[in-house]
RNA sequence: GGAGGGGUGGCCGAGCGGCUGAAGGCGCAGCAUUGGAAAUGCUGUAUACGGGAAACUGUAUCGAGGGUUCGAAUCCCUCCUCCUCCGCCA
């Protein structure tokens, strides 16, 4: 959410960024609502002011004993008080309009992120190379049932379709991959693990921004208390703080939580039919810091890394892109996504994505913090980062790392979480 | 599920119809004291939204919402949440 002050003064900028978003809203009645609440904000607080000072004096009338002169004073408040509700129900009206306007507003993207719709979005780092197969390369599929580690089909019987049972070394390695993330940035990048709730409230779901626009999105529960089911651990981690006054000593606070992700794909009919890729149900390793306004870029280009790192000691090859302004999520001010190289699709697919959400979350969930001792509260800047998509990790793993004889080769810094397991399937083993 | 007790400022905690934006303490900041520090003393220290160039000023906020009243942190109702005990249970 941005803050109405930041609209009144930039509404140039923000249009324009609506533009550059390919955002269909228009700003047209901002200003005249803005301009209207702030008159009735006046009008009303003008005749409180007015009750509050005759208020006392109908109390020292009435010890006094003067009965009439405290009844005609009561009768002034009477008609006050009328006024005030009918000012008030007036600024309701315009101050909720206001409010469904501003709330829709998507985050301002940062002056770096190059303007258009997706075909914009530019790459600004390769790593590693894509493997050139002396043999037909399979996907993830076809090699996790071979190996006995995937079952789409009784996953599709007893839960429907987009979802996936895993079983022995394949449900082992969804584990090893967990640890294996939490480990490196726990040891490593120095984050704080967190294992938070996976079912969560309304508010929070406003504080990082999926609601009120994106409902469709999420798995919503029955028992009217008006639960969600998380569709991504930047929800309950980032909300962690809702509400809070953090101590800028101790800022930047960087979090890893593991978490399932539940995701309702509505409008996602038709696309990534096939296996792991798009799941109602998938594991997440999440990155998430709350940082100082003047250090959030480099705190995104430190997260950004160290979800790169994990792609690089599993020998995954892959791009870092620019998310466009078109492509740019609702909340974010500025996006990479971190997209490794499938084989058997012959091109990139995300597998991270990493975002500066400035100050737009923080306003959200009201989120704040004293740089130092008597100074203002300010808004925190929240990130967060995928460290990475747990699933399609699993899927990239078999599919780069696949050998002629369909087994995997399972990269060495990931052997010591699988028991020192170098291969899955091939040779002796799957032979006897 | 049953019974009871709480939610007040950055934190702890008093207040239980007007004199309370709210005692006291802690923390923090400034000043004094000191060779320096500790200790001590004094002073200051909430947020949001309006108005104002500023000094300053208005309104609101004691878990949330509603009600009673001229007036509510204080009384009433609903909800949320935390704690204790009993029951059930992974």
């Avoid at 509700?85 to 206001?98: D, Q, S």
């Avoid at 984050?191 to 990082?208: K, Q, R």
Wanted: net charge neutral; with cysteine; proline share 5%.
């Amino acid at each position: 959410m941005l803050g109405l002050d930041f609209i009144r003064q930039n509404l140039e900028l923000v249009r324009q960024s609506l533009v550059n978003r390919r955002s269909d809203l228009t700003l047209d009645a901002f200003a005249e609502l803005d301009a209207a609440r702030r008159r009735l904000i006046g009008e009303v607080e003008q005749r409180k002011a007015l009750l509050n000072r005759i208020s006392p004096q109908i109390g020292a009338l009435l010890k006094s004993g003067q009965q009439s002169a405290a009844d005609a004073k009561r009768a002034e408040m009477r008609q006050l008080k009328a006024d005030i509700e009918a000012l008030e129900a007036e600024r309701e009206g315009v101050e909720r309009r206001l409010q469904e306007l501003v709330r829709v507003i998507p985050n301002v993207p940062h002056a770096s992120v190059p303007p258009g719709d997706e075909s914009a979005n530019q790459e600004v780092a390769r790593w590693g190379a894509p493997r050139a197969f002396d043999f037909e390369p399979k996907d993830h599929v076809e090699l996790g049932v071979a190996l006995d580690m995937l079952d789409l089909d009784r996953a599709a019987k007893i839960s429907g379709a987009r979802f996936a049972a895993l079983k022995g070394l394949g449900a082992k390695l969804e584990r090893a991959l967990i640890n294996f993330m939490l480990d490196l940035h726990l040891g490593e990048h120095g984050y704080v693990e967190v294992l938070p709730p996976f079912i969560v409230n309304a508010d929070s779901l406003f504080g990082t921004g999926q609601l009120p626009k994106f409902e469709q999105d999420l798995f919503k529960l029955t028992d009217e208390r008006g639960l969600y089911l998380i569709p991504t651990a930047e929800v309950p981690v980032t909300n962690l703080h809702r509400g809070e006054l953090l101590d800028g000593a101790r800022l930047p606070i960087r979090y890893v939580a593991y978490t399932p992700c539940f995701r309702s794909e509505a409008g996602s009919y038709g696309r990534d039919t096939r296996g792991l890729i798009r799941q109602h149900q998938f594991d997440k390793v999440e990155l998430v810091a709350f940082a100082k306004p003047e250090e959030s870029y480099a705190e995104l280009e430190r997260l950004t890394s160290h979800a790169e790192a994990v792609l690089q000691r599993l020998e995954l090859p892959y791009r870092k892109v620019t998310l466009a302004t078109g492509d740019l999520g609702f909340a974010s001010a500025k996006t990479y996504d971190l997209e490794v190289w499938l084989p058997s699709q012959g091109t990139y697919r995300e597998i991270s994505s990493c975002s500066n959400f400035e100050a737009f979350q923080a306003r959200r969930a009201d989120i704040r913090f004293r740089r130092e001792p008597g100074a203002k509260p300010e808004f925190v800047h929240t990130l967060n980062g995928s460290g990475l998509a747990v699933g399609r990790t699993w899927l990239a793993l078999l599919e780069n790392h696949q050998q002629a004889d369909g087994s995997v080769t399972i990269p060495p810094s990931l052997r010591p979480y699988l028991g020192g397991l170098a291969q899955l399937g091939g040779g002796p083993r799957s032979s006897a």
